[in-house]
C-alpha cells in the first residue's frame, strides 16, 4: 500500500514505462520480429492516451463498502500437494464446499479453462488446515484483501481521499494509505480468504491450466453480515462523496443465514444507496456468484440504485442470464471474442435500463415498490484478459471514456505484473488484429490501430470504447485485478 501521494508515483510509473519502450527499441536485437514494434507503439500510445486527462487540484471523494478480509496468496497446485489431496478423475461445480474430494472436484473444474471462481468452505476443519498449510508454504504472501480495500487502496494511489467501510484488525489497518478513512469495527481476527494462484500452464495431474487466474476459498464470520454497514452509513452522512462503490456482496453467497436475515441486510443497503445525492454516482462491483436467491435479491434490492456495474468476462453472461429469466451460468468462455461480449453488453445495457423503465411507470411494484425506482444504468464496463470495453451514456456525468479505458487496460498490466512500470518484453496481445463490433452478419470490423489502439464509436444513446491490453506474461498476481482494473477505470469518470 502506498503511504503518500499515489498520484505522484503513477506520474513516475508512466515516465519510467515510456523509457522502458524507448530502451526495447536501442537495445532490440536485429532478429527479433515486428511484433515487438507493435507492441511498443501500442504501449506508447496507450500511455498517451492515459496522459490526456489528468485529476484536478481537489481530490475526489470515493466512499467503498463493504467488508474486507486477510488474503493469503499461495500457489494453488503446491497448497493442494502440501495437504496431499490428489487430481480428482471428475471436475464438478459446487455452490459451497463440504470437504476435501468437493475442494479438489470444484478447484479442478475451473483449473483447467483457467476461470477465476471464489467458493465457500462450509466445513471449518477443512479451512483450518488450509489456513496452516498455507502458513508454513515458504513462498506465502499475506495482504489486506476484499473488494472493497483493494479498490479503495487502488483509488487512494491514483489519488482519490475514501471512506472505506471495513472491519479491520489494527495492525492491517495501520498499514492503509494515509488518503483512506476506515468506517467500520475493529476485529481482533479478521476474516482469512486463500488465494490459490497459478500461472498459465500449470498442470495437476491431468489438467493443465490455459490461463493465469486463481481460485479462491473463504468462510467468514464477518464479511457476510456487512459488519460495518451501520458506521459506514454514519460516516457517509458527512463525506458527501462524488462517486459511492460497493462489492463484496459474493461474501453473502451461500452463507447459512437465519430466515429472512440476508434480505433484511440487502434492504438495508438499498436504502442507503436509495438515500444517496443524485450528484453521487453509484458503482456496483459484480464477483462470482452462484446462489440464485441472494442474486434475485441483488437484483430487486441493490442493483436498481446504482448507475454504473463493473464485471468480467464470467460474470455479465451470469448476470445477463438471470435478467432473461434463465438459470446461472457457472463456467463460461474465458476468453471470449470482442463481438460476444459487446453484444452482451448492448443486452444488458437494454435490460437493465428497461427494469428502470419499467419500474417508473408502474406503479404497482408489491413488495419491491419503493427500492425499484433507482436509477438508469449509464455506465458498463467489461475487463477480460484480453481487452477492456466500456458502454457510457452520452450526457451523462461519466467523463473521459477512452482515456479512462486505456487506463484500465494499463491497469491489468501494472497489477499482474506487480509493477506500476510497463515492461513491453514481459507483455503480450492476444487480441484480434480486428474485431468484429457485433456477432450480426455484416456487422462493421475495426482494425486496431499501433498508434489509436482505443476504438470509440457510438451507437443509439450510448458511446462504446474498446482497448487492448498489455497482458502480463510474467504473472506475480491475478487476485484482485478486477478490483484494480474496475477502480482505474472509474478514476478519470468521476
Given at each position: 500500500m502506498e503511504q503518500g501521494s499515489g498520484f505522484s508515483l503513477m506520474k513516475y510509473g508512466t515516465a519510467a514505462s515510456l523509457a522502458m519502450v524507448l530502451l526495447a527499441y536501442w537495445f532490440r536485437s536485429p532478429g527479433q520480429s515486428g511484433l515487438d514494434d507493435r507492441l511498443d507503439t501500442v504501449l506508447s500510445s496507450l500511455l498517451r492516451a492515459e496522459s490526456k486527462v489528468g485529476m484536478n487540484n481537489a481530490r475526489p471523494r470515493v466512499a467503498i463498502g463493504l467488508g474486507g478480509c486477510v488474503d493469503v496468496i499461495v500457489d494453488g497446485v503446491t497448497l493442494l500437494n502440501k495437504i496431499g489431496l490428489p487430481p480428482t478423475g471428475q471436475p464438478l461445480h459446487h455452490d459451497y464446499i463440504e470437504n476435501a474430494d468437493q475442494l479438489a472436484q470444484s478447484f479442478a473444474y475451473f483449473f483447467a479453462p483457467g476461470a477465476a471462481s471464489e467458493r465457500f468452505v462450509i466445513n471449518d476443519t477443512l479451512f483450518s488446515q488450509l489456513v496452516e498449510a498455507s502458513r508454513e508454504l515458504p513462498d506465502n504472501r499475506w495482504a489486506i484483501g476484499g473488494n472493497a480495500p483493494v479498490m479503495a487502496g487502488r483509488m487512494a494511489t491514483e489519488g482519490c481521499d475514501v471512506l472505506l467501510g471495513g472491519s479491520f484488525s489494527p495492525d492491517f489497518a495501520d498499514i492503509l494509505s494515509q488518503h483512506i478513512t476506515v468506517a467500520g469495527n475493529v476485529v481482533e481476527e479478521p476474516d482469512i480468504h486463500l488465494i490459490l494462484e497459478y500461472p498459465s500452464g500449470a498442470t495437476w495431474g491431468q489438467y493443465t491450466a490455459r490461463r493465469a487466474n486463481r481460485y479462491i476459498v473463504h468462510s467468514d464470520d464477518h464479511n457476510p453480515y456487512l459488519a460495518s454497514l451501520q458506521d459506514?452509513?454514519?460516516?457517509?452522512?458527512?463525506f458527501h462523496p462524488d462517486l459511492l462503490v460497493v462489492g463484496g456482496l459474493q461474501m453473502m453467497d451461500s452463507f447459512p443465514f437465519q430466515r429472512g436475515e440476508r434480505e433484511a441486510l440487502l434492504s438495508r443497503l438499498g436504502s442507503l444507496l436509495s438515500s444517496s445525492s443524485p450528484r453521487t454516482g453509484v458503482h456496483f462491483e459484480m464477483a462470482s456468484f452462484v446462489d440464485e436467491g441472494l442474486m434475485g435479491d441483488l437484483l430487486h434490492l441493490v442493483l436498481p440504485h446504482a448507475d454504473s456495474l463493473g464485471m468480467n468476462e464470467q460474470e455479465l453472461p451470469n448476470l445477463l442470464s438471470l435478467l432473461r429469466g434463465s438459470n446461472i451460468t457457472v463456467l463460461s468462455d474465458p476468453n471470449p471474442r470482442v463481438a460476444t461480449v459487446l453484444d452482451q453488453m448492448r443486452a444488458l445495457y437494454r435490460l437493465v435500463n428497461q427494469r428502470y423503465r419499467d419500474a417508473n411507470e408502474d406503479?404497482?411494484?408489491?413488495?419491491?415498490?419503493?427500492?425499484?425506482?433507482?436509477?438508469?444504468?449509464?455506465?458498463?464496463?467489461?475487463?477480460?484478459?484480453?481487452?477492456?470495453?466500456?458502454?457510457?451514456?452520452?450526457?451523462?456525468?461519466?467523463?473521459?471514456?477512452?482515456?479512462?479505458v486505456a487506463k484500465a487496460s494499463l491497469t491489468a498490466n501494472r497489477h499482474v505484473c506487480g509493477s506500476p512500470d510497463i515492461d513491453p518484453s514481459k507483455a503480450r496481445l492476444i487480441m484480434d488484429e480486428s474485431f468484429s463490433v457485433s456477432s450480426k452478419e455484416g456487422s462493421q470490423r475495426i482494425p486496431l490501430e499501433e498508434t489509436r489502439p482505443v476504438s470509440c464509436w457510438h451507437e443509439e444513446d450510448y458511446e462504446i470504447c474498446v482497448a487492448p491490453v498489455l497482458v502480463c506474461t510474467e504473472v506475480y498476481q491475478t487476485a484482485g485485478g478486477g478490483d484494480n482494473i474496475s477502480a482505474a477505470g472509474l478514476v478519470l469518470q468521476i
Open positions: 459506514f452509513e454514519v460516516k457517509l452522512q458527512d406503479s404497482d411494484m408489491g413488495a419491491y415498490a419503493t427500492s425499484a425506482k433507482g436509477r438508469p444504468l449509464t455506465r458498463l464496463h467489461v475487463h477480460t484478459l484480453a481487452f477492456q470495453a466500456m458502454i457510457v451514456t452520452r450526457g451523462s456525468q461519466w467523463k473521459n471514456t477512452m482515456s479512462a
